[in-house]
Each structure stands twice: as structure tokens, then as C-alpha cells.
């Protein structure tokens, strides 16, 4: 067994500790506003819940439960995270009941997701939930059966002491197990002994799902609420100016009020997640959804350009200032920008020996670019949000991923306290980084407060898919100068993009060559993104994947074979600092997709395409297979091995390789959003293609790298090596290289 | 406004509505059966599937006007308790991962099965094409097609 320190109190959990790069550094912190009279202060209808810590919950009749802390958008975090803690607790999974934790920055840390970390930032502090909770429940047997503690033994949700024969189930221990101190450290169980770790176990939610219950924002109902819904500017480049017609279309039936809406007050200090694209827009509010559509496309609405603006911005501690240039882009301008940019000096990110010296000696180089275009996210649930503003207090509810900086937003723009904003997390009908950016929820809360009524705000597809926060439109340039033995001396890649720079300078071929440059640039836009499913991963791992394969054919070497070369020489002698990756974890992930795919037997007789990447701590690696069939593609299977430590939920983690897989290969083949004069080209499905089901790949078969490592990344890891395998498939299949996405755009 | 009588899930209702209200909005709104889910409002995504008389639909440009005697049946109605054969094998294939797409995928697979028990790879493909899943669940969907099928 292993003995972690608990430095906690009940409700004190690991705080998490933002770096000024995005990623999470956790440390044990201690919170103290445990008080005894909360211990049965909950809103459930079950009485007499006893609450070992902010995650189990257990009534005297033996009913246990626990809570969910992170949104749950289709990860499977509600299943699996609940998995960890009754491993450590040592309960029946199948018997307790698992309930979606509201947000509680007072119970938990970290309550958002996004960056695939979910499971792996939570894989400590979810273990000694669980673990504390038992210990304490030991502790109240041994003190009533007046035994030693380490006699006390515990199987399925119950405590045992073998020497007299006395049993409980938890539920009989768990009011003396909540008079017990919390201990000072708890042993975890060895890896070896967990039962629901590494089992299968089917969503939570199931049942629900499939039966039509409702479980989504969108579903909420309440009494006396009001449907609400927003006019954004019509192009990217444009802002409010006023309402032509509001007191005509106010008189339509079922109509209540037509008003602006202003998202961040003027002067407020932005930060990460407060992107809202549009910061004052019309709402609509009325009786019914269709009504309010009614008068949607009533209204007249004038709008108006807007100078260029600063505006500051703090991006998780660090401040900048954020550059909004006026004007109507074209999608045609933003490609000419990035091409121009490419030739002109950018900022150098990491330089490993002299990258010019050894292009000049090269016996051969190979220099290509490669682009990719602004995706929308579309989630399937459009974006909505519930929300019942009071002078008391804000009651919200609904699908988002960052509720706690989202809550601190709404606590600054109404001049509220945080005490008095409460918000319930619902499903999420996918995410995807795109509900990281709750301006609807700021949205829903004015407009209730200013019609003193609950509201449910309702984006249509449309509003939807034209609010911005996209994906950014990226570029790379790739270099690589082989010797005259055809050893990689020299790697050179620039990139950069509007308004975003998809670079990770650290990444993989860092550290396997001798001279390495990587250098960015960024192009100011007023096209907002946000993240979106791998972000920037998602572009670089396309780009590169694809350039090492023109690299390992011009070399003369095998794709798979190649890279384990350079691998090799990154765990042997490794270049520079700082590089991302494990050589040998990532080299694993290689050698088990080229076993599985029987690559080097079928490399030849089939159009096989590889590639692999590192991304969110976890390494994946795809050989993908497909045909031409009357000049559609035609992908017949994909093997995929994933090295993402251990594995929660097989089949769970299973479905997110297969799901990511699916949404990578429709990206890759048919995602775009363009331009005209600001105006997004697409604005619903049926001119934004979607991947569908006889476009999906015919198999897939998912391979995980076992081994005893903490769990990492499993949500985004498996969806950028897609691209490259498809465009190095789509080489050998047609005889053309895919440097543009989407690919379909460039088949004939 | 109009009054209508509908046959929704085996009961009787009355709404009163605008005879232009898709019956998206009206099982959403007026009757409260949120099961079926509002996608794009153009018959492109499939979320708002229901069942015409035992057919699939697109709820979402259907106007209630439009329904006349025919029945109506949602996933809330689909079977008592989950029941369904197409909604047992979801459950074992354990195919949602978001699953807001899912009544939708389920309505138009039932529908499938019922004028087409025995459906080859092509037949899904065509029958399910109109259904989109973001989070890419189709492999399992056509999974517990079959499974279903075979049962």
C-alpha cells in the first residue's frame, strides 16, 4: 500500500494552482470551514445524509453517496471520477448513488474541464476522498467495538472485525465516522488490488439518455420562466447601434420585451474565458421558443463598424494588452496575411544548435507549408443557459465548463458577492472548449434581472455557429535538412496564426535533432477563438505529422521506423531542455498501433497512413487504412494505441478514442469556417459539413499501453494524430499530398 | 392560434398554438416532453427525430398544423422504462458519450428496424446519414443496430 499525507480537513480538498501557461500545479492546501451544523444542511430530499468529506455522503440506512465534482459533457468524468473514489472507499459500484456535485470552490478545486485533465489532476485528490472516508469509517468501528483500528477490515460497504465476528455495513458507522478526526495520512490501495479500476462500468447516465429524460440545460423548465434569446451583428467587424422596429415587434404575440444587452462592463478587467465576441447584443423575450423565433426575424436591428481597440486582458496572471482591429474580413485576406508573414522575421521559441549551418551542409532539404481554416465547434446543444436573477441573489443553471471563473465574471458584472451566485451544473451537450466561454450565462442573468423573471436564454443553430470563438485559422512552415546518409541534421518550423499561434516549441521532433528552430508569429483578428477539442495540438500534429512522412519517403526510410530512430537518439542523448515528452512512452505507443496494424506486412498491399502525437501527457499513436471509391474516401479502419497511464473505465475510454477518431476524420475531410466582408459562409449543418455515419471509418480498434503510471489525458490525445494518418493515407491512395484542409476540398 | 387535438405517446392532448409551431416546440414547450432535442431547426442534424404514425420525422419544420389524426410518438414514449430493443442495445453497446444526439439516433434506428429488421451496413448508413453526432458515436450506433436486429 502506499501512504499519502492528507492535510485536509472534511471539506478541505488539493487546491489547484493555475500556471501562467495554462497547464496545473497541484499542492496540498488546507481549508477550514468545516462547521459541524453543515453537516446536515444539504437541499436533499433524503434526510440525514452524513458527510464524511465533500464527496461521499452516507445516510444511516446505508444509502451512499457520491458526488461528481467536474462537468460532465460527454467524457465520462461522472462515471469515472466517482469510479476512483469508491475504489478507495471500498463499495459496491453498482449499489451507491452518484450525483453531479453544484459548484462548491468551498468542497473542491479544480471543478471544470478542459485540457483532458480532469482524471489526471484528479487522480490523488479522488483516491483520498475516497480513502479518508473509509479510514474514518474504520476509526467509528473500532472505537464502538472497542477493537484495534488495523483489525478492522473492510469488503464491499462493509466493516469487519474477523476476531469477534462483528460486522456493520458503513451506513450503520457512518454517524460515529463523521465524530472521527480526519486523519493526518491514509494508506491507498495497491494497484494491483482495485476492482472498479480498469473495469468496465457504463455511464452513469444512461438509462437516462436513451429513455429521453431530461438532462440537458436546455431541458430545464421552471415555474414561471420566460424564453429568451439573443441577436448578435450579423459580421465580425460590426457593433450595436440601435433597435429600428422594438416597439412594432414588442406588440407580436407572446412577446414580453426587446432590450441591448451589454456582456462585460466597460473597463472590466478581462480574463482567459471572458471572451465574448459580441459585447452588446439584442435580446428577446418571450413565452414560448417559437414565438421569440418569430420575433427574432422581425426585428430591425442597425449595426455599425468599429474603430480598432485595445483592450486589456489578464490571461491566467499574465497581463496583456489584446489587439480588436476594426474592419470585415475575408477568409481570402487572412490566407494571403499568413503566407506573406511566413517570409518575414517571427519570435524565436526554442533554438537548439545552428539550424543554418546545417541547411547550408544539407545533402537534401525539404521545406513545406501547410493551412488549416477557423472551425466552428457546434456542439450539438446549442447554447443556453437558465438563469433567475433576484436582487437576493442569482440562481443559474446549465451546460459550461469553467463554472468558477465564469461565477467570479457574473459576481463582477452584477456587483454581487460570490455567496449569492449559485450555479448548478447540467450535462453538457458537448463542449469541446466552446462552453469554456459562457458569455450566454452572463447574457441570461441580465436579461432575467432586467425582466425580474427566470429565464432560459436559447441560442439557435444559427447563433450558434456565427458567435465566433472558433478555432484559430493557423499556418506552418516546415524545414528539414537530411545529411548525405539521410540523418535529420537540421528541423526548422514556423507558425503562426490569426489571431492565434498554434506552436508547442517543446514537442516532438524537439530533442531527437541536433539543430532545432522553432519560431511563431501572430496576426491580430477580430474573428474571436477559443479552444477547441486538442487545441493548437490539433493543427501542429496535422502539419508535422504529415511533413515527417515526406520527410521519411525522401529519406528513404519507413514512417514508423524513422521516428523510432529519432526517438531513440531523444532517449539516448537528448537535445536541449524542456522537451514534452517521455521517448520511451512515446516509442511504446509506435511499436504497439505498428504490431496491431500488422504495418509492416500490410504497408505495401494496403493504403496505410501513420502518425502519432503527444498531447495532454499522454502519447497516441494511429495507422489508418482506406480506399478510393468513385473519388470518395472510403477509410475502412483505424488502429489506435494510447498510452494514456492507467485506464479508468476500459470501454468508456474505449468510446472517447473511437468518438475523437470520428470527429478528427470529419475535421480533417470537410470542417471549415470562412469569411466574406466579416460574414461567416456557414452558419448551420447544412453549410458546415459534419462527418456522418457512412463517412465514418468501418472499424476501429483502440489498443491501451498497459502499465501502473497515474492516469493522463484521455479526451483530446486521440483526436490530432488523425489528421496526419488520414493525409499520409490519402498520399498513398491518391499519389498527392494534403497540405490545406479540409482534404475533401482538395481530393479532384 | 389554434386549438389542436394530438395523440402524443398514447394519450390525448389539446395545445393551443400558432398552426405554424413545429411540433419540436410544441412537445418542448407547450406539452413539457423535452426528450426530443432542438439541433439546427432545418431537418439537417436529426436531434429532433420523432415518430409519424410509426415513421421518422424531423419534428423541427414539421408545423403542428400539419399533423391531423396521425400519432405521434416520442422517446419518452418510445417504450415504458428504456424497454425498447433499439434502446436495450444503446445500453449495452453503451454508446452515448454526450448523448444529446442520442434520442434522435434512437428514434430514426427503431424506425429503421421496424420497416427493415434485417438492415445491411449500407442500409444504416443510409437510414442514420441524417442523424449527426459531434462526439463520433456512429461506430457503436451501428453496433447496437445490429445487436438490436438480432434480437
Known amino acids: ?748 | 392560434m389554434a386549438k389542436f387535438n394530438l395523440k402524443i405517446n398514447q394519450k390525448n392532448l389539446s395545445v393551443d398554438v400558432d398552426p405554424s409551431t413545429p411540433v419540436l416546440w410544441v412537445l418542448r414547450d407547450h406539452i413539457g416532453l423535452t426528450g426530443t432535442k432542438f439541433g439546427c431547426g432545418m431537418a439537417q442534424c436529426g436531434a429532433c427525430t420523432i415518430h409519424l404514425d410509426g415513421n421518422a420525422v424531423r419534428s423541427c419544420v414539421l408545423p403542428v398544423s400539419a399533423i391531423g389524426k396521425q400519432a405521434i410518438t416520442t422517446i419518452e414514449g418510445l417504450s415504458a422504462n428504456g424497454t425498447h430493443p433499439v434502446q436495450k442495445a444503446w445500453i449495452e453497446h453503451d454508446v452515448p458519450q454526450c448523448g444529446y444526439c442520442q434520442a434522435g439516433q434512437i428514434m430514426s434506428a427503431s424506425s429503421l428496424l421496424k420497416s427493415n429488421p434485417k438492415p445491411t451496413d449500407e442500409e444504416i448508413d443510409a437510414a442514420m446519414s441524417g442523424n449527426i453526432c459531434r462526439c463520433g458515436t456512429y461506430l457503436r450506433i451501428r453496433e447496437a443496430i445490429k445487436t438490436a436486429a438480432s434480437k
Open chain 1, 1 to 748: 500500500m502506499k501512504t499519502v499525507k492528507t492535510t485536509y480537513d472534511r471539506r478541505s480538498f488539493l487546491k489547484a494552482s493555475l500556471l501562467s501557461g495554462g497547464g496545473m500545479l497541484l499542492s496540498i492546501g488546507s481549508l477550514s470551514g468545516f462547521k459541524s451544523d453543515d453537516i446536515f444542511n444539504s437541499d436533499d430530499p433524503q434526510k440525514g445524509w452524513n458527510e464524511l468529506n465533500g464527496f461521499v455522503k452516507i445516510t444511516a440506512d446505508n444509502v451512499i453517496k457520491i458526488m461528481s465534482p467536474n462537468p460532465e459533457g460527454g467524457q465520462g468524468v461522472k462515471t469515472s471520477m466517482p469510479m476512483i473514489v469508491a475504489e478507495e472507499l471500498d463499495v459496491d459500484f453498482s449499489k451507491i448513488i452518484i450525483e453531479q456535485a453544484d459548484l462548491n470552490t468551498k468542497h473542491f478545486t479544480r471543478q471544470f474541464i478542459g485540457g483532458s485533465q480532469a482524471i489526471h489532476q484528479g487522480w490523488q485528490p479522488l483516491r483520498m476522498a475516497g480513502a479518508t472516508a473509509r479510514h474514518m469509517l474504520r476509526e467509528a468501528a473500532a472505537k464502538t467495538w472497542n477493537v484495534p483500528f488495523e483489525e478492522v477490515s473492510t469488503g464491499s460497504g462493509v466493516l469487519y472485525h474477523k476476531k469477534s465476528g462483528k460486522s456493520a455495513t458503513y451506513g450503520e458507522m457512518a454517524t460515529a465516522a463523521v465524530q472521527m478526526p480526519v486523519p493526518k495520512e491514509v494508506k491507498l490501495k495497491d494497484i494491483k488490488d482495485f476492482r472498479i479500476i480498469g473495469k468496465s462500468q457504463h455511464n452513469v447516465d444512461l438509462k437516462k439518455i436513451v429513455s429521453g429524460q431530461p438532462l440537458f440545460g436546455i431541458d430545464t423548465r421552471k415555474e414561471g420562466m420566460m424564453i429568451a434569446m439573443i441577436i448578435h451583428p450579423p459580421a465580425f467587424g460590426l457593433k450595436f447601434k440601435s433597435i429600428a422596429n422594438g416597439s412594432a415587434v414588442s406588440k407580436m404575440k407572446g412577446v414580453a420585451d426587446i432590450f441591448p444587452v451589454k456582456i462585460y462592463n466597460e473597463g472590466y478587467e478581462r480574463t482567459f474565458f471572458d471572451t465574448a465576441t459580441f459585447n452588446e447584443v439584442v435580446a428577446v423575450v418571450g413565452k414560448t421558443t417559437w414565438e421569440v423565433i418569430q420575433a427574432k426575424k422581425a426585428l430591425k436591428i442597425e449595426w455599425e463598424p468599429f474603430e480598432s481597440y485595445t483592450q486589456p486582458r489578464n490571461m491566467l496572471g499574465r497581463k496583456q494588452m489584446e489587439n480588436v482591429p476594426g474592419g470585415l474580413e475575408d477568409s481570402t485576406q487572412h490566407t494571403a496575411v499568413l503566407a506573406e508573414r511566413l517570409s518575414q522575421p517571427a519570435t524565436v521559441r526554442r533554438k537548439d544548435g545552428d539550424v543554418e549551418a546545417a541547411f547550408k551542409g544539407a545533402a537534401k532539404v525539404i521545406e513545406r507549408v501547410y493551412n488549416a481554416p477557423f472551425l466552428a465547434h457546434n456542439c450539438m446543444e446549442p447554447m443556453n443557459f437558465f438563469a433567475h436573477v433576484t436582487n437576493e441573489k442569482a440562481e443559474l443553471s446549465g451546460p459550461l465548463q469553467k463554472p468558477e471563473f465564469t461565477e467570479q465574471a457574473l459576481s463582477a458584472r452584477l456587483g454581487m458577492p460570490l455567496e449569492k451566485i449559485d450555479i448548478q451544473m447540467t450535462r453538457l451537450g458537448g463542449g469541446f472548449g466552446r462552453r469554456s466561454y459562457a458569455h450566454w450565462l452572463i447574457e441570461a442573468a441580465l436579461i432575467s434581472q432586467k425582466v425580474k423573471a427566470p429565464v432560459k436564454l436559447i441560442y439557435t443553430r444559427e447563433d450558434d455557429m456565427t458567435s465566433g470563438i472558433y478555432r484559430s485559422t493557423y499556418t506552418a512552415r516546415y524545414r528539414a535538412a537530411l545529411d548525405a546518409n539521410n540523418q535529420l541534421i537540421g528541423f526548422h518550423v514556423k507558425a503562426g496564426g490569426a489571431p492565434e499561434s498554434p506552436l508547442y516549441p517543446n514537442r516532438f521532433p524537439a530533442g531527437a535533432v541536433d539543430n532545432y528552430l522553432a519560431e511563431d508569429f501572430t496576426v491580430d483578428s477580430n474573428i474571436t477563438v477559443g479552444s477547441y477539442r486538442a487545441p493548437r495540438s490539433n493543427f501542429m500534429a496535422a502539419a508535422e505529422q504529415s511533413f515527417l512522412d515526406e520527410v521519411a519517403e525522401t529519406a528513404g526510410k519507413d514512417p514508423i521506423a524513422f521516428r523510432l530512430e529519432l526517438l531513440k537518439r531523444a532517449k539516448e542523448k537528448p537535445v536541449g531542455k524542456n522537451n514534452d515528452y517521455e521517448p520511451e512512452r512515446f516509442a511504446n505507443v509506435l511499436n504497439l498501433v505498428r504490431e496491431k496494424a500488422d504495418w509492416d506486412n500490410l504497408k505495401t498491399s494496403k493504403k496505410l497512413g501513420f502518425s502519432a502525437y503527444f498531447c495532454h501527457d499522454s502519447y497516441a499513436a494511429h495507422v489508418l487504412d482506406l480506399e478510393m471509391k468513385d473519388d470518395s474516401v472510403l477509410i475502412n479502419k483505424v488502429w489506435c494505441a494510447i498510452d494514456c497511464g492507467i485506464v479508468i473505465n476500459p470501454d468508456a475510454a474505449k468510446n472517447m478514442a473511437e468518438g475523437g477518431i470520428v470527429d478528427a476524420v470529419g475535421a480533417a475531410m470537410y470542417g471549415k469556417m470562412t469569411f466574406t466582408k466579416g460574414v461567416p459562409d456557414a452558419d448551420n449543418f447544412h453549410n458546415f459539413r459534419m462527418i456522418r455515419h457512412n463517412e465514418a471509418p468501418k472499424q476501429i480498434e483502440v489498443h491501451f499501453v498497459e502499465n501502473d503510471i497515474d492516469p493522463s489525458g484521455m479526451g483530446e490525445p486521440a483526436y490530432p494524430p488523425v489528421y496526419g494518418a488520414l493525409a499520409n493515407a490519402l498520399y498513398k491512395a491518391t499519389g498527392k499530398r494534403f497540405y490545406n484542409q479540409p482534404f475533401n476540398d482538395y481530393i479532384i
